[in-house]
């Protein structure tokens, strides 16, 4: 006995999967927005930095 999902024609199941890939982006956009933001900012701190030493000759340690 086949299950009456595979019999359903090419467009349904299109319309399906697209509907549920929409789902799935807008749940992960959803999940990264109202993730906590970190309050340190040694990433931007150190960003600064290198733009800030670029072109620089390096410095012996």
């Not at 992960?28 to 733009?51: N, T």
Request: charged fraction near 20%.
């Amino acid at each position: 006995m086949v299950p009456s999902f595979y019999q359903a024609d090419r467009e349904t199941y299109r319309r399906v999967v697209g509907v549920g890939a929409l789902f799935c982006v807008a749940f992960v956009m959803i999940s990264f927005s109202l993730r906590p933001q970190p309050e340190e900012g040694r990433v931007l701190v150190k960003a600064d930095r290198l733009v800030r030493t670029a072109g620089q000759p390096n410095t012996a340690n």
